[in-house]
């Protein structure tokens, strides 16, 4: 989230999240109109709450002045059944793809650039780092992407691995991040 966005750096509070997807100051979504980044439309970090540009159709919740996240876990692509979530609170929680990955039939890639197959799938460590392997043996990890100026792990939101609805959302944020990666550098 870069032009309507403070020096994150010099923030005194925490920082936003969208009450819409869930996507934050430092993990923005991916706009489908502009292929950037999102905005914010409406932000109050004092709350650490706002409206990002992807999600218009919240602003007047947020007008009406209602804050309440319509999020708990931001599973945009409903991959949750292809994420094994395993720990407990005491040693803390991770997640990690079965061991084929995540096939593309379960979610919309683009073709790859390169041979033009559908066949990729989605994989990852324990960690909530995933990237993209095609068939060809191309592959796109996030850690790779910059966005203005910025890779995702500057942008990459610290989470708290001894509850699992944050490590939950840690790991559907970075799926959602690699999938609209993938898609939009591809529609370029």
Known sequence: MCEAFPDLNKLENEPATCIGCGCNDFQACLDPKTGQGCSWLRVDHESGLGV????????DRWDEGERVPNHSVSDKYSLSEHIEFFGDQESGYS???RSTGIPSNAVPLEACPFCHSTNQRIVNTHTPSYWIECQCGIELHASHIESDGQSYLDYHEEHDPKKLDSVKGAHFRALNFIIDKWNGLLKK
């Not at 990002?52 to 602003?59: A, G, L, Q, T």
């Open 95 to 97: 997640g990690s793809t």
């Open 52 to 59: 990002c540009s992807v999600c218009e159709d919240h602003v």
